[in-house]
């Protein structure tokens, strides 16, 4: 899963001219993409102009170490949670000092992992970014069919999708 397809680089691409226009850098917060959002994201030529850094933080250890997300938050919602998508957003942000906004991905993408209420597929997202008044954090979840690689890849697009859209915005 090296390659990114037509979808995921376009999206990456009007993600980058929205950030470039306004200015602001992006940071990362990626558990079950391991990665893959901000490999989208770096496979467009001049992306170091709009992207900071990236954070793979796949263990809950990880993710109270490097984002400072509550251990609290996630023994009671657990690591697939809108609590702890948020948690990781605004964490990525609290670390990458430089960073105007942040994207975050936890889910399950499978064949196992599925708990009761959570199933194979569903993915929780947040959007983190600065405003005058503060940090606006907006959370997501959907629900993504297929294999580990096709719930992984339509995280990505969805991710960088939901980003463009909600920054273009604000």
Known sequence: MTEYSGQE??????LGEILKTKGWLLATAESCTGGLLAGAITSVAGSSEWFDRGFVTYTNESKIEALGVNEQALQRFGAVSEQVAIEMAEGALNQAVTATCAIS??????????????????????????????????????????DRTQVRRQSVLFALTAASKILEEN
């Open 9 to 14: 680089f376009a999206a990456a691409s009007r």
């Open 105 to 146: 991905t936890t889910g399950i993408a499978g064949p196992t992992g599925a708990t009761e209420g959570k199933p194979v597929g569903m993915v929780c997202f947040a959007i983190a970014f600065r405003k005058k008044e503060g940090v606006v954090t907006l959370p997501f979840i959907r629900h993504f069919t297929g």
